[in-house]
């Protein structure tokens, strides 16, 4: 008997990126997360521009009131922030979303673009099962 090798489908990235989960949270990658960590960021505020349709972090003191705690992975290997709110007032779809994302250190703020909620391009994923939308 034969045996057929599969491709991994998952992709590998070392540049910075975000997840918005379907539970309402902000997931960043291992580049993302060790990005934040090297910084020393314990909280980041979170930013939204509609005019440009960005969305970002920018790490703060957590004694700000406004600041989000960052909760780290083991090692760093990827970060979450609970963000629910935060996405239901910009009018999400509760759907989950995986974005690019570009740190700029001029405004030490990582930044990702505002997903056109509804507007999605969908990447069934035939071995777990779920979808997987991506802005644009």
Not at 18 to 38: F, P
């Amino acid at each position: 008997m034969a045996y057929t090798v599969y491709d991994r489908k998952a992709k590998r990235t070392v540049l910075p990126a975000v997840t918005i989960s379907s539970a309402g949270r902000i997931i960043l990658n291992v580049a993302a997360a060790q990005l934040l960590h090297k910084k020393k960021a314990k909280a980041v505020l979170l930013l939204s521009d509609s005019t440009r349709r960005k969305l970002a972090v920018r790490p703060v003191s957590d004694r700000d009131k406004r600041a989000y705690i960052i909760a780290y992975g083991r090692n760093f290997t990827q970060a979450a922030l609970v963000v629910r709110a935060f996405l239901v007032a910009l009018g999400w779809d509760g759907r989950k979303y995986s974005l690019d994302a570009n740190w700029d250190d001029d405004s030490s703020l990582l930044e990702f673009e505002m997903p056109e909620w509804g507007k999605l391009n969908q990447e069934h994923d035939l071995e777990s099962g779920t979808t997987e939308h991506k802005a644009g």
